[in-house]
């Protein structure tokens, strides 16, 4: 089966700009995922959605960030404006929401969107 | 009480020899602890996960070692190879809360010729 997909694969913006980034999850996966990963640490989840509901934003910087997941499938991570501190790389992953052979829900990552903020 | 910590933060081991991270935690409530290797330019995948009910697990050359009462655990790879060369990440998840991944900080290991 095809991966997540993850676009644009790097992006470089000043500050105050405003930046979008675009995930695919693995078709048929209920749930959605955004961490943030800056370099030298280890993935930070900012957002989850369940089909086309947030389950957990509680570290999703609101006033700045945004995301959606229209129609249950694709999702938009935004950030307006950027500041420096928001270099990072942006993961998406998603799982299917049901118990695999592991007995668990696996998330699967996307490659990543590198953000460089100058 | 959501964090997870890991060491060392890089490691350097030689072909054949055996390669040992180690992480701690501390929310008792963690019951799924999965480890996730990082490729450059690549995102985190699974790699091995053990349950807290269970003191080992091995999978190849990659074993996992549990230690409940001490809330510890690692990850033993055998016999490394240079194709081993990544970051290596712990985590944990509470499986009746939202799935939500916790990360430790992550080892990158090299592992030489």
């Known amino acids: 089966e095809a991966g997540v997909a993850q676009s644009p694969r790097y992006k470089i913006i000043e500050k105050r700009q405003s930046v979008a980034f675009w995930c695919n999850p693995i078709s048929g996966h209920a749930t959605l995922y955004w961490y943030q990963q800056i370099l030298g640490q280890g993935p930070k989840l900012l957002i989850q959605?369940?089909?086309?509901?947030?389950?957990?934003d509680s570290q999703l910087p609101k006033d700045r960030f945004s995301a959606e997941r229209l129609k249950g499938v694709d999702s938009t991570l935004k950030i307006q404006p950027a500041k420096l501190e928001d270099s990072a790389v942006y993961l998406c992953?998603?799982?299917?929401?049901?118990?695999?052979?592991?007995?668990?829900?696996?998330?699967?990552f996307g490659p990543g969107t590198r953000l460089t903020v100058l | 009480q959501q964090q997870v910590k890991q060491s060392p933060q890089s490691l350097i081991v030689q072909k054949g020899g055996i390669s040992i991270i180690n992480c701690a935690y501390e929310n008792t409530a963690f019951d799924y602890f999965p480890w996730y290797q990082q490729f450059p330019g690549k995102g985190p995948a699974l790699l091995i996960a053990i349950r807290p009910d269970v003191s080992e697990k091995k999978e190849g050359r990659f074993t996992i070692s549990f230690n409940k009462s001490a809330k510890q655990f690692s990850l033993h790879i055998m016999d490394s190879q240079p194709g081993d060369s990544a970051t290596y990440f712990c985590?944990?998840?509470?499986?009746?809360?939202?799935?939500?991944?916790?990360f430790g900080s992550g080892t990158r290991l090299l592992v030489r010729p």
């Open positions: 992953a998603s799982s299917p929401r049901r118990k695999d052979k592991l007995n668990t829900d696996t998330q699967y």
């Open positions: 959605f369940q089909n086309n509901g947030v389950v957990d």
């Open positions: 985590a944990a998840i509470r499986m009746d809360s939202s799935y939500k991944l916790i």
